[in-house]
């Protein structure tokens, strides 16, 4: 930070930051206030909106790296908390830090500023294609790179942090220099103009960029707009801060960081299908972004087996997806079942089992991503494979929120409510395995009614299971709990999708089978149809699998205390 008593230079003094030809103070002729400290191409005034302007943009800018960074983190690392709170306070940490260095740069604040936008604006931008470039290709590498792409993540925060965190210093150097005030007053003037650009950046990032231009494309966009504002801004106002061989070098190296940026965006389209290949295989059919998650299709034709992939993770494997849904809807249909309710399941997979029983009448879907449900009514491989069940008269298809759906479901609406939703190991799913949820799904549940939730993997994720299951008791139902063995890893490869080794791990499900009155015994209709993966005996040798890996004594899941993934 500048020192808020350093007198102001007398008028006529020399500039120890001058250019090569001394400073020049300008008249009232357009070119410069006769009150400037420096000579300036514009009015005194004008020059301090210019710098108030330049730091909204850079503070937009920076905030939409550090979202980059946290959505990257969460994508490429499995979205946790913990991913988030790293990125987050290793940024911020880092930005006292650049905050600190840029004390050493204020006599040369023009070009240190210059020169901190142009690297910013390579690292900033550059970010998201390098961390997804890491995550395709040597994500699964393991060894002595299984921790490789994380410190990578945690370098660019650094990094990041770093050169944010030397703006604003040297910012104040240069407002102060066009027209000295006291220290409050500048300090008050620079972080209005930050809070506002945070402001806009935050708002444009999930709003504009993401929908619009992608995770890649706007990054690079944003690094191009920082590098022109932060050279436009020393260029252009404080040129005469600069020698002759610094402006020379900072033009240069401003071209060279948009033409990379230019470079990179002309070949994102080619960059992202080559990496998709190289993570998912040579079939992928359709990659979209929907207003929610990444939706990618792979297989479906030529015998292969369809596969569903939603942000990454492997959500729907054609080679063992019957398994996964008979042991899901079969087991909650013994009993009565004319009135159904389908949590998640936009892929229609489940809803396919659920019509297969008769006596259905009704089955309301609520699925958060109008994207995946269009998929899965109108992709021929996807539609094949569910059946064409969304288009049955019965089937009812609510876009909403699982939890904000229920605050308002009618009461005892439903004889089974099936929760195929995301594992409760990622964040965004927690609040749907929450106490505070199956509470309101106890309330739509009808007299002698049954709940199945999915539970993720037993065998590799224990604790959150059996936390799932005294979640449950805690809201007041009765539980039993069965796994199933399935070929399914769960994620792609990757960061925390594997390696390898950890991928292996996830090959089974878990499943809690719930009811209001008694204690429900997984079993299956005997007036319903015969599944082809599962039998009263299956379910019975199921049920004690999953008793084996009881873990006692867990607390429940509440919305306050979120309690998966300890």
Known sequence: MIDPQAPAPPAGSPQPWGGPDGPRREGADGAGDAGSAIPLPVRQGTGRWLVLAGVFVCAACGLVYELELVALAAYLMGDSVAQTSVVLSVMVFAMGIGSLAAKRLRRHAAAGFGAVEAALALVGGGSAMALYAVFAW???????WASGPHCLVVAFSLATGLLIGAEVPLLMELIQRIRRQDAGGAVADLSAADYVGALVGGLAFPFLLLPVLGQLTGALITGSVNAVVGGALVLGLFRHDLTRRARRLLLTANVCVLAVLASAAVLVDDFERAARHALYGADVRVAVHTDVQEVLLTGGRDGRSLNLFLDGRLRVSGQDELRYHEALVHPAMTGRHARVLVLGGGDGLAVREVLRHPGVRRVDVVELDAGVVRLARHDPALSRLNAHSLDDPRVHVVTADAFDWLRT???????VVVSDLPHPGITASTKLYAQEFYGLARQALAPGGRLVVHGGAVASRPRD?????????AAGLRTTAYRVRGRQAGFAAGPD???????????DWGFVLAADRHTPRPRLDPDGPRPRTLTDASLAADVRAAEHTRVPGLPPSTLVHPRYGD
């Not at 479901?409 to 004889?415: H, L």
């Open 138 to 144: 040597t994500g699964d590498w393991g060894g002595v």
């Open 409 to 415: 479901a009618p009461a005892a609406a439903y004889d």
């Open 465 to 473: 299971f059996w936390t799932l299951d005294a979640t449950l008791g």
């Open 497 to 507: 999708r594997g390696p390898a080794d950890t991928a292996r791990g996830h090959r």
